[in-house]
């Protein structure tokens, strides 16, 4: 089966950087996704690390290191409009499955003035 | 640009009804998949469909159903609905060869009384 462990709630505040860690147990991986929801709203995209190393997008930056099971999704300038909750996802694209997303339970950030 | 569309946004049903959600995926995407969302929990992989053929299963029950159309909207068909049914239900389509970045529609949220 497959698990994803990330921290249930995180707190910071505006223009500060805040890290959310995600570990892995997967059989049959491809690669780590980073999603964004707000309360009531839908996943939104942020990044996606298929190879290990370092993803930099804008603001946001997203970390894989196959070896340790193990990913982050780096906040840098925090905003208040940053308060959402951080989906790790695995893609299970391998033996013609069409990538279905296994989404850890989700790190609540709130980001305070 | 365009998006997913979902529809109904709210859907309000009692136990043993039947409810059917449409989803509009973005155009040129090969893939459609669908979300289940309970409250304060991840998105829950359900199902999936590959160029309208069916592609992956996940933890749908039995007593739901879904099918992609020759337009390649899909719809999901839920049958005696229990009150555990209530929940968010997200559809999301990805473009070939990017299954990692998923984009959501606004979703549909069931309540079933």
């Known amino acids: 089966g497959q698990s994803l462990e990330q921290p249930s709630e995180v707190t910071a505040v505006e223009g500060a950087i805040v890290q959310i860690n995600c570990t892995y147990q997967?059989?049959?991986?491809?690669?780590l996704s980073w999603y964004q929801q707000h309360d009531g709203g839908a996943p939104t995209f942020l990044s996606y690390n298929g190879l290990d190393g370092l993803e930099e997008t804008g603001r946001f930056s997203s970390f894989l290191s196959r070896s340790d099971s193990y990913g982050y999704l780096l906040l840098q300038e925090l905003q208040m409009k940053d308060s959402a909750s951080y989906f790790c996802?695995?893609?299970?694209?391998?033996?013609?499955?069409?990538?279905?997303?296994?989404f850890g339970k989700g790190t609540k950030l709130s980001v305070k003035p | 640009a365009a998006g997913v569309i979902q529809s109904p946004r709210h859907l309000i049903k009692e136990k043993r009804e039947t409810a059917t959600l449409k989803c509009y995926p973005i155009p040129r995407h090969d893939t459609v998949y669908w979300y289940q969302q309970g409250p304060g929990q991840d998105p829950q992989f359900l199902i999936s469909f590959y160029e309208k053929m069916q592609s992956d299963k996940g933890s749908i029950p039995d007593r739901f159903s879904a099918q992609q159309f020759s337009d390649y909207h899909s719809e999901l068909n839920m049958s005696s609905l229990e009150l555990g049914d209530s929940a968010l239900y997200f559809c999301a389509s990805s473009s070939p060869g990017q299954e990692y970045e998923q984009y959501f529609g606004p979703g549909t949220r069931l309540t079933v009384t």
């Open positions: 997967t059989s049959g991986f491809y690669g």
């Open positions: 996802a695995v893609d299970m694209n391998y033996g013609g499955s069409q990538g279905n997303l296994i």
